[in-house]
């Protein structure tokens, strides 16, 4: 019995939460407030996605939040000079590249990946500045599709939703029955029995974080497709937020133990306080420390494993 | 001076003490012998206080201990040295001997210089106190350990395989450094594997078997067939499997230019198939860099490799394991082994290929049938099939590690130290499986301080010394003197 409360310690603290909103505010188990509690954290959902992967092999991506930032301000900028479809892929494009970047620095040349992506993280950020001029740019009206990545629905259910679901549901599988997802969790347990192996480390590495990269843009574009402005200095943080997500989910900082589908219900876990702080009035200050507090119960929950 | 009766300790349903008799006295070097599992780690940490027993007594300096904690055992003059060292690397020297041993707030760095230096210079050893421990060797670093444990009032000093880790040469400093200290009325309770040390070093030796003292004997008065036999009721005579009687095999591989430790000259020589070519020689004697660059894990350093029909280059892991080419490294944890993955995973990860489909996707049906038979194979002693690789005991985790290149077609084994931390019982079968690979037709190279098992497996021995080939053994002519001379520099 104790060993099934374990193995399962993030959905119980998903559940306990989901009973406590909907016993504090009648208005938390509405249709309406799930859809948005999921549009606004589908972004976040993405992102901590990317963020697993890179943590399982042992690193960590502090550039997330920049890339975000990078990617909204670059397709509001390519909304006047390009096609929709153009733009948007060639925003995915660029986080990829970002992302290479970081895992090129780490894989190959060996820089620690903290101060790798602290670096990236100033760069893009420095980026999103430049390019915007300092000031948020709103999409051109010819590109205004991309509101539909943001707000619209399929059947009642958030198109970002549906993304979300999707894209972690193909990580699951990459990551439980393919020979990459394999690779990534070995280059966390021991890098070293893995290169023995006659694995390259270094290509798994640069891989993860240049997925980490798309999937980071990808969040990006979604967030633009809420507001339909591209803002600089937006992101602020959210690296801290997805580790936080990844972490809840039983995660290992050291690399070699996480899972797709605690990280999920970590981003809901985080998304849902929010939420229900929203819905009762509690200051943003407030949620904050209670956010703190959600992370270290959890983390101590699991440590008695 | 320490009296154990009857200690009984459990965890969970597993019962890891049944009832263990110990006596220590002051001034003697009591050797504590016993297969991985016999509870031997476990009485260690009963005795240091770490656990509690669950019945027995302890009775220490004529005082019975009711409450067993660190804190007492300190204060009866008890420290212990684990195999896994508790050195702070980055520190120095004197730094580590002293580390929270600081009567005043302030460094006062000359003073705790010369007293480490003193310390270290009564052990008999010379070691620069302001070097970082991470710069020593391992035997240096097990002198400050030692010499940590002095600046207590220690009455009885408790070693867990502290030979492990060293070459002959310096096992010999430390026995000796052992003797003074007993000399000096230090009680030392030893953990080993190694009889031959016990042997020459300890007055009393206690055996321990599935949680209990099987015999207390005075050393001397029995020999290693018979202790081996408290042990687990077998001759040792049986541990090394039988060599075929003819050669089986015709073909060799010409090994030239391969780059050693010392590189202005690089090393030749050839193996023959099916045999079991032992590399010896003292710690430091580049016999693991042999190893390793001739699995091309240093990359391309102009090593040849000449079988009948090719030659080849190693340049990197991938590289050789497209040849046929299998490594188990020496340190397990550290190269070896996915700890934190299961069995399955450990074995099926130098050949995922063969799991799954041409799109890459793990077929884990398959992944499990093929994991079954290597494990029914190698006899592999385990729980449930999911636990992590770190679950099992040494030997299995060594089996499991060996399980990995059976599962490709291996053609060439490179294998270093092949037991090291793996009990008595568990050595003889994972012995048995590198003969049969040999017979098999696989090209064995194997590393190993062990003597008895360097010359026990090996059908022709290398030695090196300082990276040079100082010579090749027949197998009649294994003797240790015969090894040793070509391994130790003569002058």
Same mark, same amino acid.
């Given at each position: 019995?104790?060993?099934?409360?374990?193995?399962?310690?993030?959905?119980?603290?998903? #559940?306990?939460?989901?009973?406590?909103?909907?016993?504090?505010?009648?208005?938390?188990?509405?249709?309406?407030?799930?859809?948005?509690?999921?549009?606004?954290?589908?972004?976040?959902?993405?992102?901590?996605?990317?963020?697993?992967?890179?943590?399982?092999?042992?690193?960590?991506?502090?550039?997330?939040?920049?890339?975000?930032?990078?990617?909204?301000?670059?397709?509001?900028?390519?909304?006047?000079? +390009?096609?929709?479809?153009?733009?948007?892929?060639?925003?995915?494009?660029?986080?990829?590249?970002?992302? %290479?970047?970081?895992?090129?620095?780490?894989?190959?040349?060996?820089?620690?990946?903290?101060?790798?992506?602290?670096?990236?993280?100033?760069?893009?950020?420095?980026?999103?500045?430049?390019?915007?001029?300092?000031?948020?740019?709103?999409?051109?009206?010819?590109?205004?599709?991309?509101?539909?990545?943001?707000?619209?629905?399929?059947?009642?259910?958030?198109?970002?939703?549906?993304?979300?679901?999707?894209?972690?549901?193909?990580?699951?599988?990459?990551?439980?029955?393919?020979?990459?997802?394999?690779? @990534?969790?070995?280059?966390?347990?021991?890098?070293?029995?893995?290169?023995?192996?006659?694995?390259?480390?270094?290509?798994?590495?640069?891989?993860?974080?240049?997925?980490?990269?798309?999937?980071?843009?990808?969040?990006?574009? &979604?967030?633009?497709?809420?507001?339909?402005?591209?803002?600089?200095?937006?992101?602020?943080?959210?690296?801290?937020?997805?580790?936080?997500?990844?972490?809840?989910?039983?995660?290992?900082?050291?690399? *070699?133990?996480?899972?797709?589908?605690?990280?999920?219900?970590? +981003?809901?876990?985080?998304?849902?306080?929010?939420?229900?702080?929203?819905?009762?009035?509690?200051?943003?200050?407030?949620?904050?420390?209670?956010?703190?507090?959600?992370?270290?119960?959890?983390?101590?929950?699991?440590?008695?494993? | 001076?320490?009296?154990?009766?009857?200690?009984?300790?459990?965890?969970?349903?597993?019962?890891?003490?049944?009832? +263990?008799?110990?006596?220590?006295?002051?001034?003697?070097?009591?050797?504590?012998?016993?297969?991985?599992?016999? *509870?031997?780690?476990?009485?260690?940490?009963?005795?240091?206080?770490?656990?509690?027993?669950?019945?027995?007594?302890?009775?220490?300096?004529?005082?019975?201990?009711?409450?067993?904690?660190?804190?007492?055992?300190?204060?009866?003059?008890?420290?212990?040295?684990?195999?896994?060292?508790?050195?702070?690397?980055?520190?120095?020297?004197?730094?580590?001997?002293?580390?929270?041993?600081?009567?005043?707030?302030?460094?006062?760095?000359?003073?705790?210089?010369?007293?480490?230096?003193?310390?270290?210079?009564?052990?008999?050893?010379?070691?620069?106190?302001? /070097?970082?421990?991470?710069?020593?060797?391992?035997?240096?670093?097990?002198?400050?350990?030692?010499?940590?444990? #002095?600046?207590?009032?220690?009455?009885?000093?408790?070693?867990?395989?502290?030979?492990?880790?060293?070459?002959?040469?310096?096992?010999?400093?430390?026995?000796?450094?052992?003797?003074?200290?007993? $000399?000096?009325?230090? %009680?030392?309770?030893?953990?080993?594997?190694?009889?031959?040390?016990?042997?020459?070093?300890?007055? /009393?030796?206690?055996?321990?078997?599935? *949680?209990?003292?099987?015999?207390?004997?005075?050393?001397?008065?029995?020999?290693?067939?018979?202790?081996?036999?408290?042990?687990?009721?077998?001759?040792?005579?049986?541990?090394?499997?039988?060599?075929?009687?003819?050669?089986?095999?015709?073909?060799?591989?010409?090994?030239?230019?391969?780059?050693?430790?010392?590189?202005?000259?690089?090393?030749?020589?050839?193996?023959?198939?099916?045999?079991?070519?032992?590399?010896?020689?003292?710690?430091?004697?580049?016999?693991?860099?042999?190893?390793?660059?001739?699995?091309?894990?240093?990359?391309?350093?102009?090593?040849?490799?000449?079988?009948?029909?090719?030659?080849?280059?190693?340049?990197?892991?991938?590289?050789?394991?497209?040849?046929?080419?299998?490594?188990?490294?020496?340190?397990?944890?550290?190269?070896?082994?996915?700890?934190?993955?299961?069995?399955?995973?450990?074995?099926?990860?130098?050949?995922?290929?063969?799991?799954?489909? /041409?799109?890459?996707? @793990?077929?884990?049906?398959?992944?499990?049938?093929?994991?079954?038979?290597?494990? $029914?194979?190698?006899?592999?002693?385990?729980?449930?099939?999911?636990?992590?690789?770190?679950?099992?005991?040494?030997?299995?985790?060594?089996? +499991?590690?060996?399980?990995?290149?059976?599962?490709?077609?291996?053609?060439?084994?490179?294998?270093?130290?092949?037991?090291?931390?793996?009990?008595?019982?568990?050595?003889?079968?994972?012995?048995?499986?590198?003969?049969?690979?040999?017979?098999?037709?696989?090209?064995?190279?194997?590393?190993?301080?062990? &003597?008895?098992?360097?010359?026990?497996?090996?059908?022709?021995?290398?030695?090196?010394?300082?990276?040079?080939?100082?010579?090749?053994?027949?197998?009649?002519?294994?003797?240790?003197?015969?090894?040793?001379?070509?391994?130790?520099?003569?002058?």
């Amino acid at each position: 019995m104790k060993d099934k409360i374990l193995k399962y310690d993030t959905l119980i603290i998903f #559940l306990l939460l989901l009973i406590i909103s909907s016993v504090v505010s009648p208005s938390f188990l509405t249709g309406e407030n799930i859809s948005n509690l999921l549009r606004q954290n589908a972004p976040i959902g993405l992102v901590s996605l990317g963020m697993l992967l890179v943590i399982l092999t042992g690193g960590i991506d502090l550039s997330v939040g920049s890339i975000v930032a990078f990617a909204g301000v670059a397709f509001a900028l390519l909304s006047y000079e +390009v096609y929709f479809g153009a733009g948007f892929i060639l925003v995915l494009i660029g986080g990829i590249l970002i992302g %290479a970047t970081s895992g090129y620095l780490v894989a190959f040349r060996r820089i620690t990946p903290f101060i790798a992506t602290l670096a990236l993280m100033t760069i893009v950020r420095g980026l999103a500045y430049l390019l915007s001029k300092g000031a948020p740019i709103t999409v051109g009206s010819h590109s205004s599709a991309i509101l539909y990545l943001g707000t619209g629905t399929i059947l009642g259910v958030p198109v970002s939703a549906i993304i979300l679901f999707v894209i972690f549901g193909l990580a699951y599988v990459m990551l439980r029955y393919h020979v990459f997802g394999r690779h @990534i969790i070995a280059v966390g347990s021991n890098e070293e029995a893995v290169r023995l192996s006659g694995i390259s480390v270094e290509r798994t590495k640069f891989l993860v974080y240049t997925i980490a990269g798309f999937l980071t843009a990808l969040a990006g574009l &979604m967030t633009v497709g809420r507001t339909g402005v591209g803002t600089p200095n937006i992101g602020v943080g959210l690296e801290l937020d997805a580790i936080a997500a990844v972490v809840i989910g039983g995660a290992s900082l050291m690399g *070699g133990k996480g899972s797709v589908v605690n990280t999920l219900l970590g +981003v809901l876990i985080l998304g849902m306080i929010g939420n229900i702080m929203n819905l009762m009035d509690v200051t943003a200050y407030m949620q904050q420390v209670v956010k703190g507090l959600i992370i270290i119960v959890a983390v101590l929950f699991q440590k008695n494993k | 001076m320490l009296q154990l009766e009857n200690i009984t300790k459990s965890f969970g349903g597993v019962k890891a003490l049944r009832g +263990v008799t110990l006596d220590v006295r002051a001034g003697e070097i009591h050797a504590l012998l016993g297969e991985n599992g016999a *509870g031997k780690s476990t009485l260690m940490k009963v005795i240091s206080g770490a656990h509690q027993p669950d019945s027995g007594s302890i009775v220490m300096n004529g005082e019975t201990i009711v409450h067993n904690d660190p804190h007492t055992a300190q204060r009866h003059g008890i420290s212990i040295i684990y195999q896994e060292f508790s050195l702070v690397p980055g520190l120095s020297v004197a730094e580590n001997i002293y580390l929270g041993k600081n009567t005043s707030k302030w460094m006062q760095w000359q003073k705790i210089n010369q007293q480490a230096s003193g310390l270290i210079q009564s052990l008999g050893f010379e070691i620069d106190v302001t /070097r970082q421990v991470s710069a020593l060797s391992v035997a240096e670093q097990q002198v400050v350990e030692i010499a940590k444990a #002095l600046t207590t009032d220690v009455r009885l000093l408790i070693l867990d395989e502290p030979s492990a880790v060293l070459g002959t040469q310096e096992v010999q400093k430390l026995f000796s450094l052992l003797r003074n200290l007993r $000399d000096n009325g230090v %009680a030392i309770i030893y953990i080993s594997h190694h009889l031959d040390e016990l042997q020459t070093l300890s007055d /009393r030796i206690t055996v321990l078997k599935d *949680g209990k003292t099987v015999a207390t004997i005075q050393t001397g008065t029995a020999d290693k067939d018979q202790l081996v036999n408290l042990m687990v009721g077998r001759e040792l005579s049986q541990m090394y499997p039988p060599k075929p009687a003819t050669r089986l095999f015709d073909e060799q591989i010409e090994i030239s230019d391969l780059a050693s430790k010392n590189a202005s000259t690089p090393l030749s020589f050839a193996v023959r198939r099916g045999e079991i070519l032992g590399i010896g020689g003292l710690v430091g004697a580049g016999r693991t860099e042999a190893l390793e660059n001739l699995f091309g894990l240093h990359g391309k350093v102009g090593t040849r490799i000449s079988t009948g029909c090719y030659t080849y280059q190693p340049s990197s892991p991938r590289k050789a394991i497209q040849q046929g080419w299998g490594m188990v490294p020496e340190d397990r944890k550290r190269y070896g082994g996915l700890l934190s993955l299961s069995i399955a995973q450990n074995i099926s990860i130098a050949n995922l290929a063969q799991v799954s489909n /041409r799109w890459g996707f @793990i077929d884990p049906r398959k992944e499990e049938q093929v994991t079954r038979t290597l494990i $029914d194979r190698l006899q592999v002693k385990l729980g449930a099939k999911d636990d992590p690789l770190s679950s099992l005991s040494g030997g299995n985790q060594q089996k +499991v590690i060996l399980a990995k290149w059976l599962n490709r077609d291996l053609k060439v084994l490179l294998i270093d130290e092949p037991t090291r931390g793996v009990d008595v019982g568990a050595r003889a079968g994972i012995y048995r499986i590198i003969q049969d690979l040999a017979d098999q037709g696989v090209y064995v190279l194997m590393v190993s301080s062990d &003597m008895e098992e360097l010359m026990g497996l090996s059908d022709r021995i290398l030695v090196l010394r300082d990276g040079r080939l100082q010579g090749v053994l027949e197998r009649a002519d294994f003797t240790e003197e015969n090894i040793l001379k070509l391994a130790i520099a003569s002058t």
